[in-house]
């Protein structure tokens, strides 16, 4: 079982910036891709970002393309997201989650994931 803890999230002004960070139960994160969605108050849960097993390759919804990075660091289990010139419209519960996809480049569906952490609030007034 793979368990998964978001945190860094918080309340921030628009244009302000937050390192939200996900850190995995055991050393089997380096067996599965990871991803970061997204689910605004009223609103279906969206794609944010992935990356594949080894960190290689990169995904990202439009929306945030150049301004959110998402990143891992396998000795401590953990992957992060740096949200960077948040607007309002980024306000959401952030979650973490973990694919078992190994090859190809990382998932932005949700059914894909296998794995999912508790989220984390970021909230961005204007």
């Known amino acids: 079982q793979v368990q998964l803890v978001e945190s860094g999230g918080g309340l921030v002004q628009a244009g302000g910036s937050l390192r939200l960070s996900c850190a995995a139960s055991?050393?089997?994160?380096?067996?599965?891709?990871m991803g970061w969605f997204r689910q605004p108050p009223g609103k279906e849960r969206e794609f944010v970002a992935s990356i594949s097993l080894h960190g290689a390759y990169t995904n990202y919804a439009d929306s945030v393309k150049g301004r959110f990075t998402i990143s891992r660091e396998f000795a401590k289990n953990t992957v992060y997201l740096q949200v960077n010139s948040l607007r309002p419209e980024d306000t959401a519960v952030y979650y973490c989650a973990a694919s078992i996809r190994w090859a190809g480049i990382p998932p932005s569906q949700s059914r894909e994931y296998a794995y999912w952490g508790q989220g984390t609030q970021v909230t961005v007034s204007s």
């Open positions: 055991q050393r089997t994160f380096g067996n599965y891709a």
